[in-house]
């Protein structure tokens, strides 16, 4: 007889003890005699928390395969991102810092630059692949990182449920494709970073949260039907978003006149006129996201709108 039900706060709570609480005690405790890395591999780890956060159970796959299994023969896919235990620097010599060290174990500074690049990667590697994205179900996006980037003894783990069918994930995944990919000789995957623009139009929502603490005590905030609601993706305030690459002067153009907002000027002052416009509550976040997707991916997706799925073929309109 199982010990644990899928489903349930104890079983989420036991599973992230066992697998990944103690797993990563051990490999830190090891780490400090061999100075090897304390970096394990997580993404199975996010496979099993989903399973167990939504009831779902898996198809017994690892990195392909179908990932969590539904009802009526439907199924979701799992990323992982692990922003835990990179390897960091100290800002005053420049010595390499595991994640486990609090001080430089070279000159003692308690000032260490950690990092926090990774992301989520999604690798369609022909136009078949890129298709089959639009099947599942939903895609559940899980993050382990540090609840403060400057202090590695409170860990988060979240989970985000989003639906590849949405307009903002379905243009990025095709103008990665047709356009990003097609030029690249490396042919990298996609990177989808938490909490960027692009994160930000995803849509969808985060349905479980917990902390790990320094004394390996969980404290579960969010959990499905338990404790807490969902909480839907949105954006940062559009101001957060100056220096994004992805975020264009024509896409915030075309998204205030779709929303119907008179505005211009610099850069700044249009991020912050549609910002304002946002506040004032004459779209909401859902119509701001679309209308975005649509004046920034629109015209790069244009020429292959009959490989998006059947939901955002046609360009949008408030």
Known sequence: MPRYEL???????????DLYINLRRAIAQWAAVTQQTPQARMGYIGQHLTSVVTGFPGGRSGARGKDLLLPDDKYAEIKTCYRVDQLGSCSNCGQAVASIELVCPL?????????????????????????ELWEPASFYLVLFDFADLRDPRQ????????????????????DYYFNIRAK????????????SFKFGLLGGDLIYSATINENDEIETHLFPSERGESKPIRLEPLTT?????ALTNAGLLSAAHTLGSAIEGTRSELLVALQEAR???????????DALAEGVYGPLVADYRD????????????
Request: hydrophobic letters at 35%.
């Open 279 to 289: 506040g004032s509550g004459t779209f909401s976040d859902s119509q701001l996201q």
């Open 107 to 131: 000159c003692g500074s308690d000032v260490i630059n950690r990092k926090d690049d990774s992301k989520w990667l999604i690798g369609p590697r022909t136009e078949e692949e890129l298709g």
């Open 184 to 195: 690249s000789t490396s042919k990298a995957p996609f990177n989808l970073w938490p909490f």
């Open 155 to 174: 860990i988060n783990a979240r989970i985000w449920k989003v639906d590849p069918r949405s307009r903002g994930f379905a243009y990025a995944l095709v």
């Open 241 to 245: 978003y100056a220096k994004s690459t």
């Open 307 to 318: 490989r998006l799925p059947e939901p955002v073929r046609e360009p949008y309109a408030q």
């Open 7 to 17: 489903g349930t706060v104890a079983a989420s709570e036991a599973i992230l003890t």
